[in-house]
């Protein structure tokens, strides 16, 4: 218990969450956070927050948070000091990179890694160091699709346009709930203010979703979807705008490429042949095409629920197509780019634009690996299929696919197959669980923090740094990180030198800047993750290039501890391609479009799943917060009355969902707010599998929807997984059965 005769102490700083970044005041004495709330002098956030930010306290004295590392000695787990961890790690991988070489050692990267202040700053020298290809990650279980459309649009994966939502006219919002996630890959204070806003000046917002959101509840206009049915949606507006002779590139005339493959690859995608698919009326999707015409601005977003699904890769570059054709991308109103202070993707960018598409395919069912990345459904297969290069090592960082890559029941089964498994992760959780190592990271209260993954998606230039809260008392993170890439690399423990590699990653970043590393080394001696923040700074577009001109430092950011804006985001849009122009045609994009007609053709299901975040839970992890975790069951299906009334169902009724021999017990949530035949499940839930330490989560496990999303489903040209638009039957619960449906269901307990 704390001395409450201590005294008091607030700090201001930004909550790391999401890329909302939400500025907060954290009071806390005696090494215990006393409460959290708002900073209404935010530059960024100007006092809003949601209630994941609040729990950060929560987070940090979490009991079942790992404070050392730990190893697994006879099925047992053992505190360790990081030194007998790390020669573990040497022991585990020596004698499998001797016998069978690097190829049989994968990694999966998960988005946990954005959250630490170390690892979203060191885990591409990570992969460059280790010489690792067989690489996984939740992108592609999230936006790979539109990494992929943007490379071959723009030259950059990561050059993705947001919507100038505070200056728009008109905003079409797919797949995107920021009512419950705040902003994603787009980052706004306040998204549903904004939407507020933009109905009172007299404009309006339209949200195409299979179901009605809160998001699409507060915009006032829904149009209910067929889960997959986006890109075939789109195609019939560029139809239309061919048709009626509504292309005006505006600003972009000159600088665009393909318009008229363009205009060839949609002209049998009329609205009347997309409207049976997407049931929605054809001249429903005309009005709309006009609409966005004659706007005098109009912004497309899409998000998750775009990239999820069978055609993904095409949905996510025809979001683009209709912004371009309209003269709405890179156009105050319409679709932006950011302007960022510290560019971080740009010093080390996790797959180069120089790179090839492709770079190899799995070695069980030959699926390609898309911009580095190998589909996550695929890890299971090459994990537990004999034969040479099955997989026989893996490190996850930051991740848990157990519970957040689709084929999950299978891949649990394999993880204990692998001779060895080292993790970097806070928690034992259902992943972990089995591994032989687990490296733990400090708190987000006992780490700095600036973020990387939200600045490239605001379309205000400035920044915010928190430092560290509390005292971390185990290593630096970017060591352990940089060692156990040592040790991939065949370096042994003894000879690695961590200061040298940190060196060595600073001084190929100040090379990209056009700086002379044997220049700023001196003036920047210290190590670590605070050092490249510096530069990225320093070397960037404000920055003050180390004394060569007048402009900004890490310092400067530290003297404004609600943060500082700088500048907005400029109109025009930043092309790395070889020709210096948009590709708006891509062919390796056109090659999908027989694919999406066939599937026009085929008969619809009866019952759709697609997948959902509920605002108090985030990923896997944050259900393990009590202040979240309170009040009535968020784990639930949601299903339109009509749909249950059919099956007899009742509001808090377990429903089996089932989809071939994969089958999960749910409780039903009755709401009209959902298109008839399409249900609903949030992700990251099941927490009910044994050894794993979350006290809390198992409380209320719920179930684990990715039991039911098929490994080998995929948007076939990205590799993204696709849990949105997966056909399911529904039976209740308690109707007699056969023993294998019994069986089923005993084999999730």
Same mark, same amino acid.
């Given at each position: 218990?704390?001395?409450?005769?201590?005294?008091?102490?607030?700090?201001?700083?930004?909550?790391?969450?999401?890329?909302?970044?939400?500025?907060?005041?954290?009071?806390?004495?005696?090494?215990?956070?006393?409460?959290?709330?708002?900073?209404?002098?935010?530059?960024?956030?100007?006092?809003?927050?949601?209630?994941?930010?609040?729990?950060?306290?929560?987070?940090?004295?979490?009991?079942?948070?790992?404070?050392?590392?730990?190893?697994?000695?006879?099925?047992?787990?053992?505190?360790?000091?990081?030194?007998?961890?790390?020669? /573990?790690?040497?022991?585990?991988?020596?004698?499998?990179?001797?016998?069978?070489? $690097?190829?049989?050692?994968?990694?999966?990267?998960?988005?946990?890694?954005?959250?630490?202040?170390?690892?979203?700053?060191?885990?591409?020298?990570?992969?460059?160091?280790?010489?690792?290809?067989?690489?996984?990650?939740?992108?592609?279980?999230?936006?790979h699709?539109?990494?992929?459309?943007?490379?071959?649009?723009?030259?950059?994966?990561?050059?993705?346009?947001?919507?100038?939502?505070?200056?728009t006219?008109?905003?079409?919002?797919?797949?995107?709930?920021?009512s419950?996630?705040?902003?994603?890959?787009?980052?706004?204070?306040?998204?549903?203010?904004?939407?507020?806003?933009?109905?009172?000046?007299?404009?309006?917002?339209?949200?195409?979703?299979?179901?009605?959101?809160?998001?699409?509840?507060?915009?006032?206009?829904?149009?209910?979807?067929?889960?997959?049915?986006?890109?075939?949606?789109l195609?019939?507006?560029?139809?239309?705008?061919?048709?009626?002779?509504?292309?005006?590139?505006?600003?972009?005339?000159?600088?665009?490429?393909?318009?008229?493959?363009?205009?060839?690859?949609?002209?049998?995608?009329?609205?009347?042949?997309?409207?049976?698919?997407?049931?929605?009326?054809?001249?429903?999707?005309?009005?709309?095409?006009?609409?966005?015409?004659?706007?005098?601005?109009?912004?497309?977003?899409?998000?998750?629920?775009?990239?999820?699904?069978?055609?993904?890769?095409?949905?996510?570059?025809?979001?683009?197509?209709?912004?371009?054709?309209?003269?709405?991308?890179?156009?105050?109103?319409?679709?932006?780019?950011?302007?960022?202070?510290?560019?971080?993707?740009?010093?080390?960018?996790?797959?180069?634009?120089?790179?090839?598409?492709?770079?190899?395919?799995?070695?069980?069912s030959?699926?390609?690996?898309?911009?580095?990345?190998?589909?996550?459904?695929?890890?299971?297969e090459?994990?537990?299929?004999?034969?040479?290069?099955?997989?026989?090592?893996?490190?996850?960082?930051?991740?848990?696919?157990?519970?957040?890559?689709?084929?999950?029941?299978?891949?649990?089964?394999?993880?204990?197959?692998?001779?060895?498994?080292?993790?970097?992760?806070?928690?034992?959780?259902?992943?972990?669980?089995?591994?032989?190592?687990?490296?733990?990271?400090?708190?987000?209260?006992?780490?700095?923090?600036?973020?990387?993954?939200?600045?490239?998606?605001?379309?205000?230039?400035?920044?915010?740094?928190?430092?560290?809260?509390?005292?971390?008392?185990?290593?630096e993170?970017?060591?352990a990180?940089?060692?156990?890439?040592?040790?991939?690399?065949g370096?042994?423990?003894?000879?690695?030198?961590?200061?040298?590699?940190?060196?060595?990653?600073?001084?190929?970043m100040?090379?990209v800047?056009?700086?002379?590393?044997?220049?700023?080394?001196?003036?920047?001696?210290?190590?670590?993750?605070?050092?490249?923040?510096?530069?990225?700074?320093?070397?960037?577009?404000?920055?003050?290039?180390?004394?060569?001109?007048?402009?900004?430092?890490?310092?400067?950011?530290?003297?404004?501890?609600?943060?500082m804006?700088?500048?907005?985001?400029?109109?025009?849009?930043?092309?790395?391609?070889?020709?210096?122009?948009?590709?708006?045609?891509?062919?390796?994009?056109?090659?999908?479009?027989?694919?999406?007609?066939?599937?026009?053709?085929?008969? /619809?299901?009866?019952?759709?799943?697609?997948?959902?975040?509920?605002?108090?839970?985030?990923?896997?992890?944050?259900?393990?917060?009590?202040?979240?975790?309170?009040?009535?069951?968020?784990?639930?299906?949601?299903?339109?009355?009509?749909?249950?009334?059919?099956?007899?169902?009742?509001?808090?009724?377990?429903?089996?969902?089932?989809?071939?021999?994969?089958?999960?017990?749910?409780?039903?949530?009755?709401?009209?707010?959902?298109?008839?035949?399409?249900?609903?499940?949030?992700?990251?839930?099941?927490?009910?599998?044994?050894?794993?330490?979350?006290?809390?989560?198992?409380?209320?496990?719920?179930? $684990?929807?990715?039991?039911?999303?098929?490994?080998?489903?995929?948007?076939?040209?990205s590799? $993204?997984?696709?849990? $949105?638009?997966?056909?399911?039957?529904?039976?209740?619960?308690?109707?007699?059965?056969?023993?294998?449906?019994?069986?089923?269901l005993?084999s999730?307990?």
């Amino acid at each position: 218990m704390s001395d409450t005769g201590a005294t008091e102490h607030l700090q201001l700083r930004t909550c790391p969450l999401c890329e909302g970044m939400c500025g907060i005041e954290v009071r806390h004495r005696d090494g215990e956070v006393i409460s959290i709330r708002p900073d209404r002098n935010n530059v960024i956030s100007r006092g809003h927050i949601c209630p994941k930010g609040t729990t950060l306290g929560e987070l940090h004295h979490s009991p079942d948070r790992l404070r050392g590392p730990l190893i697994k000695e006879n099925g047992a787990w053992r505190e360790v000091d990081w030194e007998t961890a790390l020669r /573990r790690c040497a022991e585990l991988i020596q004698p499998i990179r001797e016998q069978y070489g $690097n190829g049989v050692i994968a990694a999966y990267a998960g988005n946990m890694i954005a959250k630490s202040f170390d690892l979203v700053r060191y885990v591409g020298n990570f992969f460059g160091l280790a010489g690792i290809r067989q690489i996984y990650g939740s992108s592609t279980v999230d936006q790979h699709p539109k990494n992929l459309t943007c490379m071959l649009m723009y030259g950059d994966m990561w050059h993705i346009a947001i919507p100038d939502i505070d200056r728009t006219d008109l905003i079409v919002m797919m797949g995107g709930n920021p009512s419950a996630s705040k902003g994603s890959i787009f980052s706004h204070q306040d998204v549903m203010g904004a939407i507020r806003s933009l109905r009172e000046r007299g404009g309006r917002a339209v949200v195409i979703d299979p179901v009605e959101t809160g998001t699409a509840q507060r915009a006032g206009e829904w149009l209910p979807i067929v889960p997959g049915a986006d890109a075939a949606l789109l195609l019939a507006i560029v139809h239309v705008l061919f048709e009626e002779g509504r292309v005006k590139l505006g600003d972009l005339d000159g600088k665009v490429n393909g318009v008229d493959a363009v205009r060839e690859a949609s002209k049998d995608f009329t609205p009347e042949a997309a409207a049976a698919f997407c049931d929605i009326p054809a001249e429903t999707i005309r009005t709309l095409a006009r609409e966005i015409s004659d706007a005098p601005s109009a912004a497309i977003y899409g998000r998750i629920g775009t990239c999820t699904q069978r055609f993904g890769t095409l949905a996510s570059w025809l979001t683009d197509v209709v912004a371009i054709l309209t003269g709405n991308m890179g156009s105050p109103g319409g679709m932006m780019f950011s302007t960022q202070v510290a560019s971080h993707l740009d010093l080390a960018p996790p797959y180069p634009s120089d790179a090839p598409l492709i770079s190899h395919h799995s070695r069980v069912s030959g699926k390609p690996a898309v911009l580095g990345l190998l589909p996550s459904g695929t890890l299971a297969e090459e994990i537990d299929t004999p034969g040479e290069g099955k997989i026989r090592g893996l490190i996850t960082i930051g991740a848990n696919p157990v519970l957040s890559a689709p084929g999950a029941d299978r891949l649990e089964k394999a993880l204990p197959q692998l001779d060895f498994f080292i993790a970097f992760d806070s928690y034992v959780n259902e992943s972990t669980v089995h591994a032989d190592v687990i490296l733990p990271s400090p708190s987000p209260l006992e780490q700095a923090h600036w973020d990387v993954w939200a600045w490239p998606w605001c379309l205000s230039s400035g920044g915010h740094y928190s430092p560290p809260l509390f005292p971390h008392e185990g290593m630096e993170e970017w060591r352990a990180v940089l060692t156990v890439a040592a040790l991939l690399s065949g370096q042994p423990f003894q000879a690695i030198d961590t200061n040298a590699m940190d060196d060595n990653y600073f001084a190929s970043m100040c090379t990209v800047l056009g700086l002379d590393p044997a220049k700023i080394l001196p003036l920047a001696p210290k190590h670590g993750a605070e050092r490249i923040l510096e530069l990225a700074i320093r070397g960037g577009r404000y920055g003050d290039r180390y004394g060569e001109r007048e402009g900004l430092t890490l310092d400067d950011f530290k003297a404004h501890p609600h943060g500082m804006l700088v500048g907005k985001a400029e109109p025009g849009v930043p092309l790395r391609t070889k020709s210096g122009k948009i590709e708006l045609a891509p062919q390796y994009v056109l090659d999908d479009l027989p694919r999406l007609r066939s599937a026009m053709t085929e008969k /619809r299901a009866d019952t759709y799943l697609v997948s959902r975040r509920t605002l108090r839970s985030m990923n896997s992890w944050m259900n393990n917060v009590h202040t979240l975790s309170k009040g009535p069951e968020r784990c639930t299906l949601l299903i339109h009355p009509e749909d249950a009334a059919g099956l007899g169902i009742g509001e808090n009724d377990s429903v089996e969902v089932q989809n071939g021999e994969n089958m999960i017990v749910v409780p039903a949530e009755i709401t009209p707010h959902i298109k008839r035949g399409i249900v609903s499940i949030p992700h990251g839930w099941g927490h009910d599998r044994p050894g794993s330490r979350l006290s809390i989560a198992e409380k209320k496990p719920g179930v $684990n929807a990715n039991r039911l999303n098929p490994a080998e489903l995929l948007d076939v040209p990205s590799g $993204n997984a696709v849990v $949105n638009g997966v056909p399911v039957t529904l039976r209740k619960h308690d109707l007699p059965g056969a023993p294998a449906r019994e069986a089923a269901l005993e084999s999730q307990v």
